[in-house]
């Protein structure tokens, strides 16, 4: 029995579980394309989406560190579309490749936080909507 083979299957399957739930990678890149270029992006709770990395709670997962730069529409693309098929190291090892349908979180670097459960397009702004799963 390959054991890794059927750590990835696990790991593949709670992934499209919580897809379900979340805004996952290729939508939000889909979203972002559409968006002018100078749209602020921003986390409903404060800060700017940026620094990638694999979530602390799901390592198949990506998530974002919330930063108080602004962030516009055009610079927050490049950083979707340069994790979108990019392998990320997790947390305690391992690589995990990071595609369209990787759900999205905000959270400091080893550390679990919010999910992105949707967004929201209003004023010239994007606002990333998020909920905590845990409470």
């Known amino acids: 029995m390959d054991f890794q083979k059927l750590i990835d299957t696990m790991n593949e399957t709670s992934r499209m579980e919580r897809s379900n739930y979340h805004v996952t990678l290729g939508e939000l890149i889909e979203f972002v394309d559409k968006l002018p270029l100078l749209t602020i992006i921003k986390i ?3 800060g700017s989406p940026s620094d990638p990395h694999s979530y602390r709670g799901y390592y198949s997962d990506l998530s ?3 930063l108080g730069e602004k962030i516009n529409a ?15 190291e997790g947390y305690k090892g391992g ?3 990071m595609e369209e349908n990787t759900p999205l979180w905000i959270a400091s670097y080893g550390c679990t936080g919010k999910a992105i459960v949707a967004v929201n397009e209003a004023d010239g702004e994007l606002t990333l909507i998020t909920k905590d799963l845990d409470s």
């Open 44 to 46: 409903d709770d404060g």
């Open 95 to 97: 690589d995990y490749i």
């Open 74 to 88: 055009e610079k927050f693309a490049k950083i979707l579309k340069g994790a979108n098929g990019n392998t990320f």
């Open 64 to 66: 974002f560190q919330a």
